[in-house]
């Protein structure tokens, strides 16, 4: 349960919020259990998952590809061209259109969600892209520049840049509320940004002393709420209108990626050593967890289909497993996404 507390500089209210909308506390057990593996060819994960719910297909960056999941059929179903050490992509479903950031190149590769094939044309960003999100309020997809320490803002119709945000520290994981807020971890400052996605400038800057190093985010639209999973084995909730920490969560384990499901009111907390947390949420600003379950070591990537509430947890598989040279992966091993469900 979440107990009352101070960290330096911030105040924790850690308990149900008067007037905050309601929502429904899942059952004592989440019931989510792993229902079936997709193994995908040799690599390992590179960045963030990303799904389209009205297609069913979630996009898994390599090291040395985008690769394209069609999860009705559970198989690989193709390799997005001009995607080499790719690092994110984010989606403009209503444009028919997708983004992958590629690291070393400092570019964007465009590519059509439906064909999958890729523009010639790569975009320039700043030095090292990384993270990447799509807000559909102006219509604009920015990359976090981990080696230039700014954001690149691209117009997501024509594909021209609209302009660079200089950012004040080194940015990490990013999220957006998708009505003109891009929240951005700055790894070096225990800090999160705010920036306007309509004006180009960061306009608030949040210190979040009590999750020190780089951290995980998720984003509950509806509630206000910044969902923030830490190194130091907790999460938190802070409330987008003040900045404010509200409430702060035990999940006995460092948080590698976080996910919130807004239809079932949980959140997802996975980590690198093999755990996987799941926590209710009762309130806006109180959170209890109902579930533990063990995954396997090394999942750094995980994603949520809202359609269908299923998760998508990516893992290195061991070349040497019996199971992983039936799949006809090679000598590196294969990537695997575990699929929990209730």
Known sequence: MITHGTCVGITLLLATAVGAGA????PEDSRYHLVGMIALRDGGPSGPLAVDPATHRLFVPHSTRLTVVDLEQGRQLADVPETRDVRGVALAPALGRGFASKGTANAVTLFNMRSLRAS????????????????PGPGRIFTMNAGSN????????DGSTAGTVPLGGRPGVAVTDGAGRVYVDLEDRNEIAVLDT???????????????????LAIDVPHARLLLGCRNGTMAALDT?????????PTGHSVDVLRYDAGSSLVF???????????????PDSYRIVDTIGTRPGVHAMELDPS????????????????SRRRGAGAGGSLVLLIYAR
């Not at 700014?150 to 119709?157: G, K, P, V």
């Not at 269908?308 to 199971?323: F, G, M, N, S």
């Open 23 to 26: 929502v429904h506390a899942a």
């Open 120 to 135: 010639s044309d790569p975009i320039e960003t700043g030095a090292n892209p990384g993270a990447i999100v799509y807000d």
């Open 150 to 157: 700014n954001a690149t803002a691209i117009t997501a119709a």
């Open 198 to 216: 309509r004006v180009l400038r960061v306009i608030r800057r949040w210190p979040v002393s009590s999750c020190p190093g780089s951290v995980s």
């Open 241 to 249: 209108s003040s900045g404010r920490v509200t409430a702060t969560l």
């Open 269 to 283: 907390a996975a980590s690198s050593d093999g755990t996987l947390s799941v926590a209710s949420q009762e309130s």
């Open 308 to 323: 269908t509430h299923r998760l998508y947890l990516a893992v290195r598989e061991p070349a040497a497993t019996d199971a």
